[in-house]
Structures are given as structure tokens and as C-alpha cells.
């Protein structure tokens, strides 16, 4: 029904393999988005022990001196209480701008 372009440059075909990231999954997610800061805006039941206050007095998941959120579990790379994540954690989505931005952050 449309005319085919002829100009193929901007398909995803055109794309190679190489130049394609990967895509980001369980199994290689390497929890980048666990080195942002988080603040606690809602109630979803994280338990105290992971909770600190900023400078501000604010609620925030606490962070051990390396960096890395208190509730990351460093076998598994995954949430030791996903269950009860804060709400900021609940929306920010694999594979999506922020995490591919914070991947690129970390060289991965």
C-alpha cells in the first residue's frame, strides 16, 4: 500500500550484531541501579536495618561503605527483600534508559 524506500540506513536490520547491545537480563543485570541513592517516599515494609537518613533527614536505603545498597545480596546480585522493595526500585525497569545509562556508567 506504501511505496518500500529505498533508503534502508535507519532500519534495525541494517543494524549489525555487533553494534547491538546486549540485552540486559537476570542472568547479566550485574545490579548497576544498586549504587544510586534511594530515598523512601512510600511505605512497602523494607525493614529498618536497611533504612538510614540523608543529610536531610530524609529516608533512604542505606548504603555499606563500598557503595552498594545494604539489601543487594553479593552472591546472587539480587534484592534480598524484592518483596518489600522501595517503590523507586518497584518502577525503575530493567533494560530501560536509566538502566542502560547506569550500565554505560559502569563500563558494562
Given at each position: 500500500m506504501f511505496p518500500e524506500s529505498s533508503d534502508k540506513s535507519s532500519t534495525p536490520a541494517s543494524i549489525s550484531a555487533v553494534e547491538q547491545p546486549a540485552?540486559?537480563?537476570?542472568?547479566n543485570c550485574q545490579a548497576c541501579c544498586?549504587?544510586?541513592?534511594?530515598?523512601?517516599?512510600?511505605?512497602?515494609g523494607v525493614p529498618k536495618v536497611y533504612i538510614a537518613k540523608d543529610n536531610w533527614g530524609g529516608e533512604?536505603?542505606?548504603?555499606?561503605?563500598?557503595?552498594?545498597?545494604?539489601?543487594?545480596?553479593?552472591?546472587?546480585?539480587?534484592?534480598?527483600?524484592?518483596?518489600?522493595?522501595?517503590?523507586?526500585?518497584?518502577?525503575?525497569?530493567?533494560?530501560?534508559?536509566?538502566c542502560v545509562s547506569e550500565r554505560e556508567a559502569f563500563g558494562i
Open positions: 540485552a540486559v537480563t537476570c542472568s544498586c549504587h544510586l541513592e534511594v530515598m523512601l517516599i512510600t511505605e512497602t533512604v536505603m542505606r548504603r555499606l561503605d563500598d557503595g552498594w545498597c545494604a539489601a543487594l545480596d553479593r552472591d546472587t546480585m539480587m534484592c534480598s527483600i524484592y518483596e518489600v522493595r522501595p517503590l523507586i526500585c518497584r518502577e525503575f525497569e530493567m533494560a530501560e534508559y536509566e
